[in-house]
């Protein structure tokens, strides 16, 4: 080992993956296919075939960060566009089933962009939720209007002790104030008796 090489030097390492399916030629002039999931690596050698294959995982990582793509048909059918590795697949989406449509060569701007050459389909916008990447969801409540509702909850539920559904009550109570904190849960007796 040379003097100035360091011992943090890389190495190139085999890592044997589970799961790839290996198909030999069946007879002359047929290549090598190497099969993982939906991944299919195709090459004259297995070598070759390893090679496209290891080709197509990291093609399937940059996909994962590609944000699909959705557009409204004329016929008021939603279209989403996903960024694979082996292309861009369509989806057909309505009120009775999903299926999909079409299988394309990738487009190099992306999705949204295939979904535009279309001129039946009217691009929707990307969700934009005004939240900076990696920036936690927002709480939907405070801490003081949950232990509000909880409080709240507590005492009504408390009155019906002697009933089975008491723990029913307190739920109900719980979400009933998280939505409305005016509101009545349960229904007053007085007020029971007067709506009925």
Do not use: C
């Not at 090679?51 to 995982?57: G, M, S, V």
């Not at 309505?94 to 299926?99: L, N, V």
């Not at 009550?169 to 709506?195: C, H």
Request: hydrophobic residues 45%.
């Amino acid at each position: 080992m040379p003097a100035d090489a360091s011992a943090t030097d890389a190495k190139t390492v085999a890592v044997p993956l589970p799961g790839v399916a290996t198909q030999r030629p069946a007879r002359r002039g047929d290549g090598w296919r190497l099969r993982l999931a939906a991944l299919v690596g195709r090459g004259s050698t297995q070598a070759a075939a390893k090679r496209h294959l290891a080709e197509q995982i990291a093609l399937m990582a940059e996909t994962i960060a590609v944000e699909p793509a959705f557009a409204r048909d004329d016929d008021g059918a939603l279209i989403v566009a996903l960024d694979r590795p082996w292309g861009i697949e369509w989806y057909r989406v309505t009120d009775t089933h999903a299926r999909r449509i079409s299988t394309g060569d990738r487009h190099a701007e992306g999705p949204a962009a295939d979904l535009a050459r279309v001129d039946h389909y009217t691009l929707l916008p990307a969700y934009a939720s005004g939240r900076a990447d990696g920036a936690p969801r927002p709480p939907l409540f405070t801490m003081a209007e949950i232990e509000k509702a909880l409080s709240t909850a507590h005492d009504r539920a408390h009155a019906h002790t002697d009933d089975a559904a008491a723990l029913d009550i307190f739920r109900g109570a719980v979400k009933a104030l998280l939505t409305n904190p005016a509101s009545e849960y349960p229904i007053p007796d007085d007020k029971a008796t007067a709506e009925a």
